[in-house]
């Protein structure tokens, strides 16, 4: 996601925002970034990996449509509390935090119980 009025041929750091806390992309602040420009940010992926790959908790609704893969999914599902149209599935949570976990630069681990 982008801040309004983003100036497409000058896209900044800080233009970039999280499509699930508005979030800001920053030196010390990792992003994962999906398709046409969606983004999941260091902290949702840890709230997101906590509550559906540690927690098993689902907040599925009928054939929603992933903000990462842009994809209808079945799968179980992580919806921000503050921007429900965002949701991140079980597929993508895992393919963000293995990516985020192979950049060493990031400084994101999975995060445990």
Partial sequence: MRRD????NNVQMEDVLCDFCRRSWT??????EGHHGSCVCGPCLTAAYRH???????DRVPAYRCTMCLEERED???????????FLCERCIKLAS????RDKESGWSRPTA
């Fill in 5 to 8: 009025g983003t100036d497409p």
């Fill in 52 to 58: 559906v790959i540690l927690g098993g908790a689902d």
């Fill in 76 to 86: 179980r599902c992580y919806r921000s509390p503050t921007h429900q149209e965002a």
């Fill in 98 to 101: 293995g990516a985020l976990v």
């Fill in 27 to 32: 030196e010390e602040t990792p992003f994962i």
